[in-house]
């Protein structure tokens, strides 16, 4: 049984993903994350969700 999970990075709900450090990304952000280059201003966005949804872990 799979369950929809709310991605970290889009919010969109979904069932296909991977937990990295506790935090569930989508396949596409996974994808996305993988094919940016480390230069481009939106791999910075996704190192920014990635820091903020881990350290809400964290905290919990």
Excluded: W
Aim: proline share 3%; with cysteine.
């Amino acid at each position: 049984m799979k369950f929809n999970e709310s991605c970290s990075i889009c919010s969109k709900k979904t069932d296909d993903g991977i937990h990295l450090l506790q935090v569930y990304i989508c396949r596409t952000c996974e994808q996305e994350i993988v094919e940016t280059p480390a230069d481009d201003p939106k791999y910075q966005f996704f190192v920014q969700q990635m820091n903020k949804a881990h350290r809400s872990i964290i905290v919990s």
